[in-house]
């Protein structure tokens, strides 16, 4: 009974909780491997011509089985050259998401664009200041018939023959959705940079009120992350990296570093072997700040191609019912190089 209780708990969280208006937007444990999801300002940046990146993450298939939380990301962005030094990045995201039993679904078309402006330095040694902008259209759409409410539980059981009490009139809506935000990275050698970013996302606090007698203005988010990459030695290096999230009443905070094992570095046969661990913290229902997940990763660079895989071990209050189970998640970027006629050496994003 104590375990049924927990599930119904964890279930109504969920499912209630992915259908408040003034949801937290997604986010994946691999930040680092969705550059304009993260911060338009990383739009192009990059050390080839071309970027083409894919993501696709799974939440509380434990509990919620077919219901499970699932979002996937794909984008494609390219640098071009300004001058002598400077740089002009253009790119397009999409992404979806659909969450618990009620089918509460995002979808969001993005495109961004981002000029990389030499500020110091040399061709080895060398910093820039980055701007980026994005706009979107974004589509929301929901399941009413399929919520369940407090008031529908008598006795433990759900009876969906009682009035809720809860008006809608609208189940789908679209709306326009602007971001902006700054980067700097310095340059250290080919194998080493930092960097540090920040963005300003729903900078127009679009509409999201389902009801169309009220007006529901959708959070601005604040990111803020940096990291960087720094080697030890000859064929090991520390990638470490944390990111801040502030939206509403939403707060989360990503942190860690990966062991990074050079395998080969020659320009026809680069390789790399990453692993490592992060930890995830936030608030929960507007009150205290604690840990949420523990978060394993693992990330290989062959040439031009590089996978991530990570997964989240719950760590939360919730962990009695997901058996500490969290989310898997999947990660593929593909770089075109081309002719290269120069090159910065960025964070590898």
């Known amino acids: 009974m104590k375990r049924l209780t927990q599930i119904l708990f964890l279930f109504a969280f969920l499912v209630l909780g992915s259908t408040s208006l003034k949801a ?35 939440q509380w298939s434990s509990v919620l089985r077919q219901n499970a939380f699932k979002t996937y990301s794909a984008s494609y962005d390219q640098r071009i050259a300004v001058g002598r030094y400077d740089f002009f990045g253009i790119g397009g995201s999409f992404w979806g998401d659909k969450a618990g039993e009620s089918e509460f679904s995002t979808l969001q078309g993005k495109l961004s664009a981002s000029y990389s402006k030499k500020m110091g330095g040399y061709r080895s040694k060398a910093h820039y200041l980055v701007f980026g902008a994005e706009v979107g259209v974004t589509q929301r759409s929901v399941d009413f018939q399929r919520l369940r409410w407090g008031n529908q539980q008598q006795g433990g059981v759900f009876n969906d023959g009682i009035d809720s009490g809860e008006t809608f009139t609208n189940n789908n809506l679209i709306f326009a959705d602007v971001s902006a935000g700054l980067l700097w990275f310095t340059i250290l050698d080919d194998n080493s940079n930092f960097y540090l970013g920040g963005a300003y996302h729903h900078l127009n ?136 006629k120069r090159n910065v050496y960025c964070p590898n994003f």
């Open 24 to 58: 937290q937007d997604i986010h994946f444990s691999q930040f680092y491997l969705s550059p304009l999801n993260l911060n338009p300002a990383l739009t192009g940046v990059m050390n080839c011509n071309v970027r083409l990146v894919a993501n696709y993450r799974n």
């Open 205 to 340: 606090r679009a509409d999201q009120s389902f009801n169309n007698q009220q007006f529901e203005a959708l959070y601005s988010k604040f990111t803020m992350h940096a990291g960087g990459e720094f080697m030890m030695g000859s064929k090991l290096g520390l990638v470490p990296g944390i990111i801040t999230l502030f939206q509403g009443p939403s707060f989360e905070l990503n942190t860690g570093t990966s062991l990074k094992f050079l395998l080969g570095n020659s320009r026809t046969n680069y390789q790399a072997f990453q692993v490592g661990a992060w930890m995830r913290i936030s608030n929960h229902f507007q009150q205290s700040v604690t840990a949420d997940a523990f978060i394993l990763s693992t990330k290989f660079d062959y040439n031009d191609f590089s996978f991530g895989f990570s997964y989240d071990v719950n760590v939360s209050s919730l962990k009695a019912a997901s058996d500490s189970q969290g989310a898997f998640e999947f990660a593929m970027v593909y770089k075109i190089c081309g002719n290269e």
